[in-house]
């Protein structure tokens, strides 16, 4: 089993724990256990074998055992024991956002409702209204929300989408006669949400590859197969299409289902207008010659362009950069020279303790860390006391220990309703490092949302605007507010927004990136870690920002930390709220 399926199993004996009214304690244990397991950045199942998995703060003896069961069995009894005591359909239930497992086990016992149907019928009917905290206005909103829950149905978030297609390619590629084997599609790409798989096999041994395809422990049920392509239903719900190809169709192949429709259609328009003829199977003059196709740089080069990186290849204006020599030189990984945003144990939901995320950060190769931890309005967030107090551990910590990444002083401070921080400014000026963020209102009015974030940011304290939108992918939509007014003020203030690389959040997204990045608006690439397995996650928000055409330049947390430390001081004014409006 994946990491997301061990983490999927804990998650859902959370819910039903809280629809039948188990134990809180118990509760919040699977929960933390499935959040720490699913973002690890190591195979559970090698932590396992290597007897390690106790060494996980959120994983005593008891969670332990509970995984080796699930990995040397694929099955959980009490998993299977609660999953018999309720209508299958509940579970869908607490996908919806705002549904949480009390309504949901209220409209189960009081109204007999057993999926998202018979939710919405009582919705409709105002049953749903008579229970208790509900009415008229709470029912609109849940109506709203299993709108977008159903046209977000069908499509996981990439990290989960990545797992399942990586571990089938490595398995073709242990296939004789295999010569490459590679994911294409909206992963390649790395979209955010994805639908289905496409999955790419170079070899000539077409009937060895379509066996070892069936035999993968992911795939479920074989929904169609034909000589040289097979598509089938894997456990995690999403399709995935394999198509073998000879070998020197492979790159031409990678270039077409990589997609996007939008972008093939520019190349292959530009490809008729100089006399070729450009498909899956290769590039060919107008007699059918066979020019090239086995290598993508084949494919760009015939039709005059330098290749593009598949992150670009939206139809976006990629095809014009290209042939105007325009491109961006992307950021990379290697680029980013530390992270911003980062939890260690001293508030609420941290997991890590100061010295152990400086040690991991260090493994990563990152040369500054900065610790900010939330602010009082959080669950066991920190008053200010506590937050000098940790403010002055760090810099004892770095005083004492030289090696490994730079310390910075932190905090992940809430804006409250009225725009208001919830630390006194003088408390966050003295802080190396101040994010922002909405954690509450999430439902706010577009106009109240944009003066609740514009005030936070001329505060003349913050530094950086956390998760900018506020969603969760497949979980949350973003809240509406006005981006162009935020961008205008954020560079009026010097304020970097976020790209929280979460891999449940990536927010901003790609879009709204490029739209920074054209207003001069610096950028921060964060993990967001809540345990230092967690640092690693920054790649995901790195792919993010090269969909958003990001060069390094861009990005504030690629400067070293001398120009960091300047540039984080340089904007800092006099703190001063300004009035709503």
């Known amino acids: 089993m994946e990491n997301t399926d061990v983490a999927q199993v804990f998650a859902e004996v959370a819910d039903l724990l809280e629809l039948t009214g188990g134990n809180a304690f118990k509760v919040r244990a699977y929960r933390q256990a499935a959040q720490l397991v699913e973002l690890l950045p190591t195979p559970v199942s090698e932590l396992w074998r290597q007897g390690k998995l106790t060494e996980l ?3 005593g003896e008891r969670l332990a055992a509970h995984i080796e069961e699930l990995l040397a069995t694929g099955h959980y009894r009490e998993h299977d024991k ?10 869908e239930l607490l996908k919806v956002e705002g549904l949480g497992p009390k309504t949901a086990a209220l409209a189960w016992k009081r109204l007999h409702v057993k999926g998202l149907e018979d939710f919405e019928v009582a919705c409709r009917s105002g049953a749903l209204e008579k ?15 299993i709108e977008r829950h159903r046209a977000r149905k069908g499509r996981v978030p990439l990290y989960r989408a990545l797992a399942s297609a990586e571990a ?18 909206s992963i390649r790409r790395r979209r955010e949400t994805i639908g289905d798989l496409d999955l790419l096999v170079a070899s000539l041994e077409v009937d060895a590859v379509i066996a070892a395809f069936k035999r993968a422990p992911e795939v479920q049920q074989l929904v169609a197969s034909g000589p040289t392509r097979c598509t089938a239903r894997l456990k995690s719900g999403l399709q995935a299409d394999l198509r073998i190809l000879p070998p020197q169709s492979f790159g031409a192949a990678m270039h077409y289902f990589t997609g996007s429709k939008s972008h093939n259609i520019e190349v292959r328009t530009r490809a008729m207008r100089q006399g070729l003829k450009l498909s899956e199977y290769g590039v060919f003059d107008r007699e059918g010659r066979r020019l090239g196709g086995a290598t993508e740089e084949d494919v760009f080069r015939l039709v005059g362009l330098p290749w593009i990186p598949p992150e670009l290849r939206e139809g976006a204006g990629e095809v014009e950069a290209a042939a105007a020599g325009r491109l961006p030189r992307l950021i990379e990984e290697a680029d980013l020279l530390g992270d911003l945003h980062v939890h260690s144990e001293a508030s609420s939901d ?31 967030g920190l008053e200010a006391g506590p937050m000098r107090a940790l403010a002055l551990e760090i810099h004892r910590l770095e ?18 309703g009225d725009g208001e921080l919830d630390l006194p400014l003088e408390v966050l000026a003295e802080l190396d490092c101040v994010v922002a963020s909405v954690h509450s209102h999430f439902s706010d009015s577009p106009e109240k949302m944009t003066r609740r974030i514009v005030r936070a940011l001329r505060s003349g304290v913050v530094d950086v605007l956390g998760h900018p939108t506020g969603r969760q992918l497949g979980i949350r939509d973003p809240y509406a507010f006005d981006f162009q007014q935020v961008l205008e003020v954020a560079r009026e203030q010097g304020v970097a927004l976020e790209i929280n690389a979460t891999p449940d959040r990536l927010d901003l997204d790609d879009k709204h990136c490029r739209l920074a990045k054209e207003a001069g608006v610096r950028l921060v690439i964060s993990s967001d870690a809540h345990h230092a397995s967690q640092l690693a996650n920054l790649r995901y928000g790195v792919w993010v920002a090269r969909r958003g055409w990001l060069e390094r330049e861009d990005l504030l947390n690629t400067l070293p930390l001398n120009q960091l430390k300047r540039r984080l001081h340089a904007h800092r004014g006099p703190p001063e709220l300004h009035a709503p409006g």
Request: proline share 8%; charged share 25%; glycine share 10%.
């Open 82 to 91: 609660l999953l018999a005591r309720v209508p299958p359909g509940l579970l």
């Open 399 to 416: 005083a004492q220990v030289r090696r490994g990444p730079h310390l910075l002083t932190g905090v992940e401070v809430d804006i409250l």
């Open 131 to 145: 229970l208790p905290r509900m009415g008229p206005r709470r029912v609109a909103a849940l109506l709203l929300a």
């Open 168 to 185: 089938i390619v490595r398995q073709l590629r242990e296939v004789p006669g295999v010569q490459a084997a590679e994911v294409a599609g």
């Open 350 to 380: 941290g997991r890590s303790s100061v010295e152990e995320l400086r040690e991991e950060a260090g493994h990563l190769g990152r040369r500054y860390l900065a610790i900010t931890d939330h602010s009082r309005s959080r669950p066991l």
């Open 57 to 59: 703060p959120a994983i």
